[in-house]
């Protein structure tokens, strides 16, 4: 079936340092979602890739969409302490509702 | 907004209890979903559903049943709780998308079981 590697899973960063988390799909994807959970909290939707080469931003945070269609990252430039969470890439390849697959999520940890 | 509710937050059952986790949306989703999230396993589909009375194996459904009798609620159901199944537990519903897309998940905040 489908996998979905995102890394690194742990990420330590000190206040106003960039952070990036990378997710890697086995099979070409239709489109690629994102989510962040808060610690204590569950996973709130970010954003949505659907075309090849695609780049979205989002005040500091920049999305990508792989020319294959096949990895996309997230990019967050001058991390604050409101950064801090887990963040998902979620696959879709289609299939119908089960299709998504996400990844194992990345911890962003911020020291201030 | 989509709100998305589960019956409990915290929730501590013995070994070989029925245990019943209820979810409601109340944006007539179509699909509904039930995840188990464990440390460095991150979320993995235990079952979902795209409509009343219909309902699919997810990636692991072993030791656990769901229920959709009406649109807006879908349960999670183990018949006999074993200590492996302490984790916490999220539903999630979407609208059905397109063929070649899917919608956005809207998760609810999540029910942490512990089987003792």
Known sequence: GQQVMQIPQYQHVQEGEDFTTYCNSSTTLSNIQWYKQRPGGHPVFLIQLVKSGEVKKQKRLTFQFGEAKKNSSLHITATQTTDVGTYFCAGYSGGGADGLTFGKGTHLIIQP | ?116
């Open chain 2, 1 to 116: 907004d989509v709100k998305v509710t589960q019956s409990s937050r915290y929730l501590v059952k013995r070994t070989g209890e029925k245990v019943f986790l209820e979810c409601v949306q109340d944006m007539d989703h179509e699909n509904m979903f039930w995840y188990r999230q464990d440390p460095g396993l991150g979320l993995r589909l235990i079952y979902f559903s795209y409509d009343v009375k219909m309902k699919e194996k997810g990636d692991i459904p072993e030791g656990y049943s769901v229920s959709r009798e009406k649109k807006e609620r879908f349960s999670l159901i183990l018949e006999s709780a074993s200590t492996n199944q302490t984790s916490m537990y999220l539903c999630a519903s979407s609208p059905p998308g397109l063929a070649v897309s899917t919608d956005t998940q809207y998760f609810g905040p999540g029910t942490r079981l512990t089987v003792l």
